[in-house]
């Protein structure tokens, strides 16, 4: 909620989370973390939340008042990846670097070499294989999507209609998460950044470059 107007250092200041939603949000990565860590060494998503909940010292109770259902566990991390991203554009939004290398790199400080480490590969996989989860993926890059917004829409021309507005960044996004998915389905071989170069430069082809301002 934006604070009274009449307020207008307050107003104009982005509110600092409390210490209270601090350890919650560090409690929340510590679960995902720990589910993962799960997942990856039985090799599949079947654990339960008792199962989950235990290996962090928390009641299950605890666990369900921050993730209505187990296969919420997930969105910490996808959550933690797309701050790593908009951190990256924010860095790089006055930089007036090539566009479509602005936006390989930040989706790449995650990356080692373009690639995946063991551990990553083998979750992405099982996410990537199961619908609930995939859709948790899928919900997060959506609103990743509202906040790359931004970034396009200070370096290319969008329409005037809202649904015009959004679309690059609906595009961008979309398009790197199915270079990821089929890069990780195939074998996840080879350097994924190169695939990301041509699948930027396919979906944002049809849209003119922001003249720079004097």
């Known amino acids: 909620m ?7 250092d307050t107003a104009t200041k982005p509110t600092r989370p409390s210490l209270v939603q601090r350890r919650a949000h560090e409690l929340r990565l510590e679960i995902a973390h720990k589910a ?5 060494a039985d090799g599949d998503t079947s654990a339960t939340v008792e199962r989950i909940a235990g ?7 605890t666990f369900y008042r921050h993730f209505p259902a ?5 969105r910490p991390l996808f959550r933690e990846s797309a701050d790593l991203i908009i951190a990256e554009l924010q860095d790089r939004a006055q930089g007036g670097g090539d566009l479509i290398e602005d936006l390989v790199q930040a989706w790449s400080p995650q990356l080692h ?3 995946l480490t063991d551990f990553e590969l083998r979750l992405m996989r099982l996410i990537a294989d199961n619908a609930e989860y995939r859709l948790r993926w899928l919900e997060v890059d959506d609103e990743l999507a509202g906040r790359v917004q931004k970034f396009l829409s200070e370096r290319i ?11 690059p ?20 071989e080879g350097d994924v950044r190169e695939l990301l170069r041509r ?15 004097p």
């Open 2 to 8: 934006m604070a009274d107007l009449a307020d207008t």
């Open 36 to 40: 993962a860590e799960i997942f990856v």
């Open 55 to 61: 290996s962090v010292g928390i009641s299950t109770r």
């Open 70 to 74: 187990k296969e919420d566990v997930v």
């Open 113 to 115: 070499d373009g690639a």
């Open 157 to 167: 021309v969008t329409g005037d209609h809202p649904a015009l507005q959004t679309l």
């Open 169 to 188: 960044a609906v595009l961008v996004v979309q398009a790197t998460r199915h270079v990821f998915d089929g890069w990780i389905r195939a074998g996840a």
């Open 199 to 213: 699948a930027l430069r396919a979906v944002l082809a049809g849209f003119e470059a922001r003249a720079s301002e």
